[in-house]
């Protein structure tokens, strides 16, 4: 049992919360100073948000990578310097001081002269990014996380905002920070520092345009000041050309060549857990991904019934042909033929669609969307429901199971969840499917799928632990889904 277990055994929960941050502070400040200040002269960017920082982190990361730089990254999923990355066992983004100290040490041995890194809610309030020299600040989103910790939206947001703060105050650094527009906290963000970056869909000072999304990723220009970028992302997912536009804003930012972006951000093809393809020759899609909080879901929910009407209206191509060639063929009057028209444009959300009914071959995807996920216990409670509801709402079945159900009774954690989904209309047993044992949920879920569906296993991603009552065991997820679908394919 560590010293800090010991020490919340006898003090108060609400006296621990308060001084905890003020121990951290000490330990940070002795633990640099014993080390002779293991971040000094590095440039450190610090990515914050509730969602898609890790890919936005690595998107970064491989973009002073490919311009030459040396590079270190501390994320939820990985940390490591240039090409020399390695797995975070960890359940935390930012690690305890002392591991934190630790690997600043050998990075700094590396060569690193550039940090791109994860900072969260919790390691802003708590001081354990102390000693951190930020340069330069990102912010991606902030919605509803982390109030079993911080307690208030506001505490929240303004854990994150402090580190923009950090920034503007550092005299060596850039007082810069690249925020989304589209956040309904971007000005109050922008306000932090002399020179905010808005980046957005059609808003901002940096602004994506003609946006051409496929189940692979995305292609659009990206415009600011002078400068245009031509952007390649190959990481799917509409969430992730707000990600890849953070990054070129960084990119911007850092004085970098428009080829340097360019290639930087087309030069990312895979996160590991992050909308991560399990593809065993299977006839149905399955997707591992981490998303876990509401605002993921939706975003994720959204984005995937849209691939599926793409998959949809390509497959119809390449039986009856083109959209347009099936209202020439249509008889009828003109209202009549308008519908036609109406119906297949509704159903050909994505350019790519006439492209793969050229083709001439129907493209995976089309049929139902089925997705697996839990709730962490001792975390946010009343964002389960909502959860709940989102899948109900988007998903033609959820499977619910465990997800670090910790000390929590999960009985009680996927009843939460379920009252959600059933009140979007889900019923128990038709569509809506209670599994405790995440092996076995991955298991029934692979098994309900047919041809043509989805299959979205969500909330472990990368994750190497599961922890429940009687403490962490190994945990596999991609590993876990392969085999599932391996097995399935078998016979």
Not at 1 to 9: A, G, P, Y
Not at 250 to 256: K, N, Q, T
Not at 333 to 342: F, G, L, Y
């Amino acid at each position: 049992m560590s010293f800090r277990s010991v020490v919340k055994k006898f003090i108060p929960s609400g006296l621990f919360r308060k001084i905890e941050p003020y121990g951290h502070l000490t330990e940070a400040v002795l633990l640099h100073t014993l080390n002779g200040f293991p971040a000094k002269g590095l440039k450190v960017i610090g990515v914050t948000g509730t969602n898609g920082k890790t890919s936005t982190t690595f998107l970064i990361h491989r973009m002073l990578r490919q311009a030459g730089y040396n590079v270190g990254l501390m994320t939820t999923v990985a940390y490591g310097v240039n090409d020399d990355i390695r797995p975070q066992i960890q359940h935390m983004t930012n690690v305890a001081v002392p591991e934190m100290v630790a690997r600043l040490k050998w990075m700094k041995q590396q060569g690193m002269e550039w940090l791109v890194m994860e900072t969260t809610s919790q390691g802003l309030a708590q001081h354990r990014v102390w000693g951190l020299p930020y340069v330069l600040a990102v912010m991606t989103n902030v919605t509803h996380e982390h109030l079993d910790y911080h307690g208030t939206f506001e505490r929240y947001r303004d854990a994150k905002l402090e580190l923009f703060k950090i920034v503007n105050r550092n005299k060596d650094g850039l007082k810069t920070g690249v925020i989304n527009a589209e956040d309904p906290s971007a000005l109050i963000f922008a306000a932090a520092v002399e020179k905010p970056i808005l980046y957005g869909v059609g808003k901002g000072d940096l602004q994506a345009q003609n946006v051409k999304m496929t189940p692979a990723g995305s292609r659009y220009t990206a415009k600011v000041d002078d400068k245009e970028y031509r952007i390649e992302c190959h990481l799917p997912g509409s969430f992730n050309v707000s990600n890849s536009l953070a990054a070129v804003g960084a990119g911007h930012a850092l004085g970098l060549t428009e080829e340097q972006i360019e290639k930087g951000i087309a030069g990312l093809t895979r996160v590991e857990g992050r909308m991560d393809p399990i593809n065993e020759g299977q006839d149905f899609d399955v997707i591992v991904d981490f998303a876990h909080t509401p605002d993921s879901f939706e975003k994720l929910f959204k984005d995937m019934r849209g691939i599926i009407g793409w998959s949809r209206a390509a497959h119809l191509d390449a039986v009856q042909g083109s959209s347009e060639e099936r209202v020439k063929r249509t008889s009828g009057t003109e209202s009549e033929r308008k519908s036609v028209t109406d119906t297949a444009m509704r159903q050909e959300p994505a350019s790519a669609a006439s492209s793969a009914g050229r083709q001439g071959k129907a493209v995976r995807g089309s049929g139902k969307l089925i997705c697996l996920f839990g709730s962490a216990g001792r975390r946010d409670e009343t964002k389960r429901a909502i959860q709940g509801e989102l899948a109900g709402k988007y998903c033609d079945e959820a499977v619910i199971t465990e997800e670090d159900d910790r000390d929590v009774d999960g009985l009680a954690i996927m009843n939460q969840i379920a009252s959600g989904a059933e009140k979007a209309g889900k019923v128990r047993d038709k569509d809506l499917f209670l599994v405790h044992d995440r092996t076995e949920a991955i298991n029934f879920a692979v098994n309900r799928a047919k041809t043509g569906d989805t299959v979205l296993m969500l909330g472990k991603g990368h994750e190497k632990t599961i922890e429940r009552a009687n403490g962490e065991h190994p945990w596999d997820e991609i590993g876990t889904t392969r085999e599932a679908v391996r097995k399935l394919a078998k016979g």
